[in-house]
């Protein structure tokens, strides 16, 4: 990581990890730019996609835990990015039953 790039998660983690001190949540950027790709606002989120790139976010969205995603968050991230619904995650993978609901 670069030193705007640590920068930016950290003051990220600080917005969208608040309950982990930023140093601590830095050793996990995933899970800080899995987090703004959640609940992130279009600002937050460009920020985070222009540092990792679309291939490390496509691999985010593929490697996701269950929970990490809201189905609303998970359904746009797939129209975002291109990727097929199915083969992802397991956890996330039925999103048309969870948005109908």
Request: with cysteine; proline share 4%.
């Amino acid at each position: 990581m670069t030193d705007s790039e640590i920068i930016l998660f950290k003051t990220l983690a600080a917005k969208y990890l608040w309950w982990m001190l930023p140093d601590e949540a830095l050793k996990r950027p995933e899970r800080i730019a899995i987090q703004v790709m959640n609940l992130g606002d279009f600002a937050d989120g460009t920020a985070v996609l222009d540092a990792v790139g679309e291939d490390q976010a496509r691999e985010f969205l593929t490697h996701a835990e269950a929970g990490q995603f809201s189905p609303r968050s998970w359904h746009s991230g797939i129209i975002d990015w291109g990727l097929p619904n199915q083969g992802l995650c397991a956890a996330n993978a039925d999103t048309e039953s969870m948005l109908k609901s």
